[in-house]
């Protein structure tokens, strides 16, 4: 196993623009997480998934975010009408239940 | 709610000093705390934990023991190399009684670079 895998890299976007980013967790991991990173700031948790079941979402995360795990594997995020606020390191991280996370390299969003 | 404080950088050490990161943290109950490192170009990697108070994590020469009397859990290392040059998060779970290790609250973040 690689390890949680998140494609693309980055992603370069214009104002009002849908995008998507996805997230491979490790294969016997069955939570899964996403969390945004500003410049200079520690990371911030976004929501959470226990297999297919989205238990938890921050309020940071708005009307225009929306994420999905279907089939309790890999894992989308989508942001609808983007602003330049969006703008940030998108990190996926997975783990089994009660044991620490591994996080991936993460999605770099520019929004211009 | 919880919250993690930790010391800003950024910190500059020749090689083989001592390193101290403060970190201190507010919560109810107990949280597992954590240390997790950025090197350059990489993602975020857990460097050491612990679960409950007194506990000791420790990796790669680096400790931090969790004390429930100051609240803190601050990242100690002995000697420092220039391969540890990287950016080192505090962070806290959520939960504070077990449960989810991978909700957490991070840290802003303490950038160490190690001077040959």
């Known amino acids: 196993d690689t390890g949680v895998s998140q494609d693309p890299r980055h992603k370069i976007t214009k104002r009002g623009q849908n995008v998507t980013f996805r997230c491979d967790p490790i294969?016997?991991?069955?939570?899964l997480y996403w969390y945004r990173q500003t410049l200079g700031q520690g990371p911030e948790f976004l929501t959470y998934f226990q297999n297919e079941a989205q238990l938890e979402k921050s309020r940071l995360l708005s009307d225009r975010f929306s994420a999905e795990r279907p089939k309790g594997s890999f894992s989308t995020l989508e942001i609808q009408r983007t602003e330049q606020g969006d703008s940030a390191m998108y990190l996926c991280a997975s783990s089994r239940v009660d044991t620490e996370a591994f996080f991936g390299q993460g999605t770099r969003l520019t929004v211009v | 709610g919880n919250s993690v404080t930790q010391m800003e950088g950024p910190v500059t050490l020749s090689e083989e000093a001592f390193l101290t990161i403060n970190c201190t943290y507010t919560a109810t109950g107990y949280p597992s705390l954590f240390w997790y490192v950025q090197y350059p170009g990489e993602g975020l990697q857990l460097l050491l934990k612990a679960t409950k108070a007194d506990d000791k994590g420790s990796n790669k020469g680096f400790e931090a023991t969790y004390r429930k009397e100051t609240t803190s859990f601050h990242l100690e290392k002995g000697s420092v190399q220039v391969s540890d040059s990287a950016v080192y998060f505090c962070a806290l779970s959520r939960s504070n009684y077990g449960g989810s290790q991978g909700n957490l609250i991070f840290g802003k973040g303490t950038k160490l670079s190690v001077k040959p």
């Open positions: 294969s016997e991991h069955n939570r």
